[in-house]
């Protein structure tokens, strides 16, 4: 997915390599069951089989504070986010590069999942993208924070099946404010940009008392 770019890899160390695969997986499911729709065989079998799958899950899972605090421990979060996280079924994933001009980058190619316009990405998707991208490239500057606008300018559709390249740059700092920018392109050109106000706080993290978000 980062193919093309290079850079310190931001994502999280894999902490269960067969979490990833299984979240890997359940990613491939879901892009497949959009593509093959009702053409698919068997699809009262391959209904039963996903929620018997989805039981021995749920019947695994702890108690949700004891997850919660598993997931925020250490560098967890980059594992779980919606964007990054390899242990995340709904990530694409993104894996981001940071660079040495301070900005973070990375490259990824979208399916049928994040559809909006036909043949293109939704806006949503791109919002989320960039809203962790932008995120991230605080973190990689050294004071981060959280979202408190985002404005976004869809230049031009946003292309599915073909690699995007999202980048992140924070602009500056002062006092709890933070100005971030970043953009998607597609064969180098300009789809979206984006223009976000984060302000330094962060929550504190299930299971711990210290505000180290
Ligand atoms: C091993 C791996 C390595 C990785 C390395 C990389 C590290 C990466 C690190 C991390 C990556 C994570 C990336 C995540 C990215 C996603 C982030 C999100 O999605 S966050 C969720 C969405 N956002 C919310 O839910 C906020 C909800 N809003 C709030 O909680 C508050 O409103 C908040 C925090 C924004 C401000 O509240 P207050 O009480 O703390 O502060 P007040 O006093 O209100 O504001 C401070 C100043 O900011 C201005 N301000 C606040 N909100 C503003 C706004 N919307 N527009 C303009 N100004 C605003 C105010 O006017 C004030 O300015 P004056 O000091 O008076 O000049």
């Known amino acids: 997915m980062s193919a093309t770019t290079t850079g310190t890899p931001l994502s999280a160390v894999s902490a269960d390599a067969a979490v990833d695969a299984a979240a ?5 499911v879901t892009v497949a069951l959009l593509r093959a729709g009702g053409a698919a065989p068997g699809l009262e079998e391959i209904t039963a089989r996903l929620e018997e799958v989805a039981e021995r899950l749920e019947a695994a899972a702890p108690p949700l504070d004891e997850r919660q605090a598993q997931l925020w421990e250490g560098g967890g979060a980059h594992r779980h986010d919606p964007v990054t996280g390899t242990e995340n079924a709904i990530a694409p994933p993104l894996v981001l590069h940071g660079q040495e001009d301070g900005s973070v980058e990375g490259t990824v190619t979208l399916d049928l999942p994040y559809q909006g316009p036909p043949g293109h990405v939704h806006g949503g998707v791109s919002a989320l993208l960039l809203d962790h991208t932008l995120g991230v490239a ?10 408190a606008e985002l404005t976004l300018r869809y230049h031009r559709p946003t292309p599915l ?4 390249v999202v980048t992140g740059r924070q602009v500056f700092v002062e006092g709890r404010k933070i100005r971030t ?8 050109r300009l789809c979206v940009s984006a223009e976000g106000l984060f302000i330094d706080k962060h929550l504190p993290r299930p299971g ?4 180290t978000g």
């Open 24 to 28: 890997a997986a359940a990613r491939r």
């Open 208 to 211: 711990r008392s210290a505000t």
């Open 161 to 164: 099946f073909e690699p995007l």
């Open 181 to 188: 920018e970043g953009a998607i392109t597609a064969g180098g």
């Open 138 to 147: 605080n973190g990689w500057a050294g004071t981060s924070g959280m979202t």
